[in-house]
């Protein structure tokens, strides 16, 4: 496999969680702290993401990073994803929880 595969796989990912989760790309780039026009690089296969950009896509997809290196066709499909979508949800309402309490902590 050549880098330009790989960037290739690696980008065909990020756009295919990002519409898993139905954001946009702002929606996405603000969530990770980056622009929209880096984004967009990356989506298309012209740049690649720091390892800490990685790590924080990974972070908002509730995924690990080397899943954004699986080919697609392994990843889950958007018409098969109601079990992640509750379990998405669910998630998303106990990291709400933790972080309302850990903010009464401090």
């Known amino acids: 496999m050549t880098e330009r595969e790989l960037l290739g796989i690696f980008s065909a990912n990020i756009k295919h969680y990002r519409a898993l989760f ?12 980056i622009s929209i026009n880096f984004l ?9 993401a720091s390892p800490t950009t990685m790590v924080k896509f990974a972070d908002v997809f509730h995924v690990e990073v080397y899943e954004f290196f699986k080919p697609e066709n392994i990843l889950p499909d958007k018409d098969n994803s109601i079990i992640q979508k509750y379990t998405d949800d ?4 106990i990291s709400r929880i933790r972080d309302t309490y850990l903010n009464r902590l401090a």
């Not at 967009?40 to 690649?48: A, Q, V």
């Not at 669910?90 to 309402?93: A, H, K, T, Y």
């Open 22 to 33: 139905k954001w946009s790309q702002a929606e996405l780039a603000e969530k990770v702290d």
């Open 40 to 48: 967009s690089d990356i989506e298309t296969g012209k740049k690649w």
């Open 90 to 93: 669910i998630f998303m309402e």
